[in-house]
């Protein structure tokens, strides 16, 4: 009997007292599965190569990997992200390392896009200055009319990135009768067409849209993209809403421009630093709308997310390619590839 597919778990899926902070993330599939043991890391940032020795694949939450986080045993043969964002890996040690990196987008494409919805809605609605006049009573009641909402009919919905969040916004979004934008240069035409999107350059989603959404990566070419003078272009009734990463975003430079009302308001789930120092200027604004990169957390979300991770892991304890890498060059890898060959013989029989 070979020994066990060992699966590490990052620390920050358990709280200090060995409970599951997320108990949506159903670890019974990991724990049925046969020639299968899992454990929790000790809670060290960046995960720290020495505690991974002992693993063949780990699945990490919000902890970093880095270049050394690689052990050189070259046990490691896959990173599961539990989400989609991984700005938080070197994909490039991964690769040379030949550990695959796979991420979640079935877990989180719904909730983010739902999300963006909430935001939209709760901005155009003034929902939160709303819940305050109410609780201001009479005062507040009689102030009401100073917030009229927005109607959404013919507005302009403009999105930086149609992938997998992006065309779910276009897809759920469609009984509302928007008009619909985005940029992406690597855009798939045909999904766009397919969605009713028409495709435009960037500069142009600031000019025309009503909300402007950030649905792309953080990448050394969209980092500070939503800049001074990108902002500068949108319209003084138009949103910013940012699900993505704070750094895709100037936050001095929109900071600014809430605060003389160059722009009505933002949604923001993501900060350029998080948490914020609680003396950052953006947080005295009121008119935006926060939430601690959490907006998209549910249930829902939790569980498909974790499921996708056990099955990416389970597939690559039986020799197969798990369905969402993203460092696909991986696959060209001898170790990867040895590894792979390994783990055939010793489960998938
Ligand atoms: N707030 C949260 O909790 C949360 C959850 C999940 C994902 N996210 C973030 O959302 C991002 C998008 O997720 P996704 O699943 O849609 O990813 P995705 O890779 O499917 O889509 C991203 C899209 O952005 C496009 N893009 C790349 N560079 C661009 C540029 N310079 N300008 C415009 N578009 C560009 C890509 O071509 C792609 O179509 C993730 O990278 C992640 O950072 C946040």
Not at 149 to 175: Q, V
Request: hydrophobic share 45%; net charge neutral; charged share 25%.
């Amino acid at each position: 009997m070979s020994a066990p597919f060992r699966v590490a778990l990052s620390s920050d899926f358990r709280k200090a007292d060995g409970s599951p902070v997320y108990p949506d993330f159903d670890l019974e599939p990991l724990r049925k599965a046969p020639n299968v043991e899992f454990a929790y890391l000790e809670p060290r940032n960046p995960v720290e190569a020495e505690q991974l020795k002992d693993f063949d694949a780990l699945i990490l939450l919000g902890r970093r990997f880095t270049k050394d986080s690689i052990h050189p045993n070259s046990r490691l043969a896959v990173v599961a992200r539990f989400g989609v964002g991984y700005d938080t890996v070197d994909v490039e040690a991964c690769t040379r390392a030949g550990i695959a990196l796979v991420i979640t987008p079935d877990g989180v494409r719904r909730p983010v896009a739902v999300s963006i919805i909430t935001f939209i809605l709760a901005l155009s609605g003034k929902l939160i200055d709303k819940d305050r006049l109410t609780r201001e009573a009479a005062a507040g009641f009689a102030r009401r009319g100073e917030y009229m909402g927005m109607g959404l009919i013919g507005r302009t919905l403009g999105s930086i990135g149609i992938g997998n969040i992006g065309a779910e916004l276009f897809r759920l979004i469609k009984p509302f009768e928007m008009k619909l934008i985005a940029h992406d240069p690597y855009a798939d035409p045909k999904l766009a067409a397919e969605l009713g999107v028409e495709l435009v350059g960037l500069e142009e989603v600031f000019r025309r849209s009503d909300f402007v959404s950030v649905s792309c990566p953080l990448t050394p070419e969209t980092r500070g993209l939503v800049n001074a003078e990108r902002i500068a272009l949108m319209k003084p009734t138009a949103y910013l809403i940012n699900t993505a990463r704070g750094p895709v975003v100037d936050q001095k430079a929109l900071t600014e421009a809430l605060k003389e009302r160059r722009i009505a308001g933002a949604g923001l789930d993501v900060l350029e630093k998080e948490p914020p120092d609680p003396d950052d200027p953006i947080l005295k604004l009121d008119n935006v709308i926060f939430a601690p990169h959490a907006l998209c957390w549910t249930d829902q979300c939790f569980a498909g997310s974790g499921a996708a991770d056990i099955h990416a892991v389970l597939d690559v304890q039986h020799g197969r390619e798990p369905r969402v890498i993203v460092n696909r060059d991986v696959l060209e890898s001898a170790a990867w590839k040895n590894r792979l060959a390994g783990f055939r013989k010793r489960f998938a029989g």
